[in-house]
């Protein structure tokens, strides 16, 4: 049974910053690219960044390139999403999820129950 487990959120001030952290089993992890999504309150969920099972292809949302920087470590099983210059829109719950394909929306087919991260102004 495949599993996603994700840490790190919390509550932080604008500007600051937070890593969020999702540890993978029940599969071949390096075999599988990874995606961060979030969810704000009355939104519809979207991408924020995914990596390519090898780490060698990133991809961003425009709404957070250049101050979030996704990436994996394969002998940890474990897939990370480093936030900087935190603004009060970033605020949601995160999910991060588990695919073949390193996509923007519908790619995944096993998703992490979410950690939340609030930005106070």
């Known amino acids: 049974q495949v599993q996603l487990v994700e840490s790190g959120g919390g509550l932080v001030q604008a500007g600051g910053s937070l890593r969020l952290s999702c540890v993978a089993s029940?599969?071949?992890?390096?075999?599988?690219?990874m995606g961060w999504f979030r969810q704000a309150p009355g939104k519809e969920r979207e991408f924020v960044a995914a990596?390519?099972?090898?780490?060698?292809?990133?991809y961003y949302a425009d709404s957070v390139k250049g101050r979030f920087t996704i990436s994996r470590d394969n002998a940890k099983n474990t897939v990370y999403l480093q936030m900087n210059s935190l603004k009060p829109e970033d605020t949601a719950v995160y999910y991060c999820a588990s695919g073949l394909i390193a996509g923007r929306k519908n790619e995944y087919d096993y998703w992490g129950q979410g950690t939340q991260v609030t930005v106070s102004s």
């Open positions: 990596i390519s099972w090898s780490g060698v292809n990133t």
């Open positions: 029940g599969r071949t992890f390096s075999s599988y690219a």
